[in-house]
T-cell receptor, first 114, second 113 residues
Framework: GAVVSQHPSRVICKSGTSVKIECRSLDFQATTMFWYRQFPKKSLMLMATSNEGSKATYEQGVEKDKFLINHASLTLSTLTVTSAHPEDSSFYIC??????????FGPGTRLLVL | AQSVTQLGSHVSVSEGALVLLRCNYSSSVPPYLFWYVQYPNQGLQLLLKYTTGATLVKGINGFEAEFKKSETSFHLTKPSAHMSDAAEYFCAVSEDAGTALIFGKGTTLSVSS
């Protein structure tokens, strides 16, 4: 089956620093990847759609200058949380589109900003 | 705009009992429907999906779901619950192939022995 990895799985950082999260499709190529954010006991909220070789499309209310997305290859998308604040603490999950219909999700990255 | 409603944020069943998790959707176009399962501190695993064709869809781990257009529903069932089925279950909809998913709020399934 299609496998998506994320790195790191957990990260703790100080307020004001930047954190990069990687999302990789291990056994397939993905021209489209998605970044979601999940709050405790809450559903997943789409942050942005990442397309290889082009700028990401952000959902309303998501600051593109704060959440930088780069999709430089067909197997890698990165999300950089810049100038992190405690309210950015969350569970970030990426997914990669395999074929035309199905998204496969990464295991998630737990971010804690102190 | 699309939306998903999962009735019951928490469902408890006994081991061996029927599992029924409810999902209703709203969509102005023929929907693509999905069920995902999430174990604690993990990502989402696809259980099953409906795109076109047969309305009864079989997935992994003995789960199945039936697309009922007239009821705008896509309920998830399993004849006999197992302890390992305890997890968070999400129903999701997309309006087109390859587009972002809109998720329901999730249903926590508890299984007691």
């Amino acid at each position: 089956g299609a496998v998506v990895s994320q790195h790191p799985s957990r990260v703790i950082c100080k307020s004001g620093t930047s954190v990069k999260i990687e999302c990789r499709s291990l056994d397939f190529q993905a021209t489209t990847m998605f970044w979601y954010r999940q709050f405790p006991k809450k559903s997943l909220m789409l942050m942005a759609t990442s397309n290889e070789g082009s700028k990401a499309t952000y959902e309303q209310g998501v600051e593109k200058d704060k959440f930088l997305i780069n999709h430089a290859s067909l197997t890698l998308s990165t999300l950089t949380v810049t100038s992190a604040h405690p309210e950015d603490s969350s569970f970030y999950i990426c997914s990669a589109l395999a074929g035309k219909e199905t998204q496969y999700f990464g295991p998630g990255t737990r971010l804690l900003v102190l | 705009a699309q939306s998903v409603t999962q009735l019951g944020s928490h469902v408890s069943v006994s081991e061996g009992a029927l599992v029924l998790l409810r999902c209703n959707y709203s969509s102005s176009v023929p929907p693509y429907l999905f069920w995902y399962v999430q174990y604690p501190n993990q990502g989402l695993q696809l259980l099953l999906k409906y795109t076109t064709g047969a309305t009864l869809v079989k997935g992994i781990n003995g789960f199945e779901a039936e697309f009922k257009k007239s009821e705008t529903s896509f309920h998830l069932t399993k004849p006999s619950a197992h302890m390992s089925d305890a997890a968070e279950y999400f129903c999701a909809v997309s309006e087109d192939a390859g587009t972002a998913l809109i998720f329901g709020k999730g249903t926590t399934l508890s299984v007691s022995s």
